[in-house]
Every structure is written in C-alpha cells, then in structure tokens.
C-alpha cells in the first residue's frame, strides 16, 4: 500500500471487526515541528499486551489471524525509517489506539493520498459505527462527527444517491479547504 | 470546533433525507457489500468501492444499499463483491477492479443477469 490512507482504512477496518462502536481519526500535519501524526482510536474489544506484540511482529502473525494482516508490521517499519513510530496502546474490554508518526519532510516518506476517499469509504461502508474525523494542517482544522448528520438522516441510507452527494461534498470541501 | 461545515450543509441534508423517506414505500432494496480486509485494500477495493458509489451517483439508483466488510478468507480473488438483489440469492464475484464496475452494476444491478464467468464458485 503506497498511501497513508490506505493503511488508515486497513487500521479503521480492524477497529470496526473488534467492535468499536466509536473510532475516531486524527490526521495532523505540523509544518513547524515538521511531523505528520495518525491517530486512530477505537473503544472495541482491546488486546492484551502478548496480542500487541503478535500484531507488530511481521514473522508471527499467521494468517489464521484473520482480522490483523501484514498491513502493521510493514506501516511500522516505513514510520521508522522516516524518523517516526507506531505504537499501539490497548487495554481488554476498553478499545485500541494506534498512533503513527513520520517526519514530515522525509524523502521516503509515503503521500497522505486520498483521505477524504477513505473517510467516506468508512462513513458509507460502516455506518453502524460512530466515526469521528480531525484533520488539521498547523492551526486549520476539519472536525466532523457523523452523529448529527446520521440525527438529520434517521435511518435514511447513506448511500442515497442525493445523500451521498451531500456527504461526498461535506467531507471533500472539508479535507480541502486544510490541505 | 465546528462539526459540520454549515448550518446549510445540514439544512439540505434534512430536505433530502425527507424527500427519500416519502419514495419509500417499502420496496425491497439491492445490498452490495464489498470486502476491506488487508488483502482487498491492497488490491484496490476502496477504488472498487468508489467506483461503486460513482455508478449508484451517476444513474441515481435508489434504494441500494453499499456496504463494507473484512477479509472472506478467499485467497486471491480481492477485490470481491456481493450483490444481493431484492428476493434473490447472494451472488459473489472475484477479482473486481474498478474496470469491471460499470459493467457489473449495469447488467447485474440494473438489469438482473448474472455474468456468470465472473462469479466466483469456491
């Protein structure tokens, strides 16, 4: 996967298979420190510490695992070799975050790609889950959380050709007018 | 922090959210789920996905309903798809790139034939 979008969708995506009921992503990039962080929080199931370790180890993780898949190990290593790091905080019962970090200016350093694609593929794609998005260049930001435009809907299908419009629209102008 | 762009943004959404509950009269409705494991994000499934999304757009199909899940444990096959018409039985099918989109909501979706090269028999 060439794009940090990618992987946040493919980190997104094992939050919802734990059973998050609330993931928030936060992507932020500071010019001024020169870092760019991910963040992204879940309150699904949690693992314990061995669990953790399992996840980030290329060489263990078997593919009878089935919700965790190279897409750790490889992200951790590329956060590395530009000066950052990916660190996985989770507690059983409570939820997972998984924070990565890269130095911003790095020459190896992988695009952020389209993370307004990949917001929208979580929006439409899980709707049963509460998500939460923050991306924010130096002092610009883009908040967004989906539970009042899911008050506004009741129950209306977010893949409504008129809907998705209006939410393609929303998450789009707003990636774009921080980035 | 603002959490929707503007008070307009959510106006409109209203409007039409009202305007879709009066169509509905309980027709059935075509579910398509298409699978985001590790494996089926590598091989393009949130292209798929969009391009899914971008035909439902364009050709204003109502009642449809998108949805995403984890890996099916199929070996390589990603991006896979499953259609589910109104009252009739899942239908899976393998390698799904955005190519092969248009052709698949069209004659599946739209018109209800199975391409039946495509699906994938396990």
């Known amino acids: 996967m060439r794009e940090l ?7 997104a995506e094992n939050s919802v298979s734990a059973g998050g009921s609330r993931v928030e992503i936060s992507v932020i990039e500071d010019m001024v420190n020169d870092r760019l962080s991910i963040v992204i929080g879940d309150n699904g199931k949690g693992m314990d510490t061995e669990t953790v370790k399992r996840v980030l180890d290329p060489f263990v993780t078997s593919r009878t695992t089935r ?38 200016s ?30 924010q260049v130096d002092d610009e930001i883009f908040f967004i959380d989906d539970l009042e435009i899911k008050r506004e809907l ?12 209006i939410i393609r629209e929303l998450i789009r102008d707003g990636v774009d007018s921080v980035s | 922090m603002p959490t929707i762009k503007s008070l307009e943004d959510l ?48 050709h204003n199909l109502q009642n449809t309903i998108v949805k995403q899940t984890g890996n099916l444990g199929i070996e390589g096959q990603d991006p896979l798809v ?38 994938f028999n396990p």
Not at chain 1, 87 to 101: A, F, L, M, Q, R
Not at chain 1, 123 to 133: A, Q, R, T
Request: aromatic letters at 6%; glycine letters at 10%.
């Open chain 1, 5 to 11: 979008s990618l992987h946040i969708l493919d980190i």
């Open chain 1, 106 to 135: 790095h020459i190896d350093r992988m695009p952020l790609g389209d993370l307004a694609e990949t917001w929208l593929t979580l929006l439409l794609g899980s709707p049963e889950v509460n998500w939460v998005f923050h991306y």
């Open chain 2, 82 to 119: 499953q259609i589910t018409l109104p009252g009739a039985e899942k239908i899976l099918y393998g390698k799904v790139h955005p190519s092969f989109v248009d052709q698949l909501m069209q004659e599946h979706v739209c018109e209800g034939k199975v391409i039946a090269d495509k699906v």
């Open chain 2, 11 to 58: 106006k409109r959404l209203r409007e039409e959210a009202q305007r879709v509950r009066k169509l509905k009269v309980n027709e059935g409705k075509t579910e398509i789920v298409v699978s985001m494991g590790t494996v089926g994000i590598a091989a393009g499934a949130r292209e798929t996905l969009k391009a899914i999304l971008n035909f439902i757009e364009a």
């Open chain 1, 154 to 165: 009741d129950g209306i299908s977010f893949t409504e050709p008129g809907v998705m419009r």
């Open chain 1, 67 to 104: 919700n965790v898949g190279l897409g750790l190990p490889l992200l951790k290593a590329a956060a590395v070799g530009c000066n950052g790091d990916l660190i996985i905080e989770s507690e059983p019962g409570v939820g997972t975050t998984t924070k990565v970090t890269f130095q911003h």
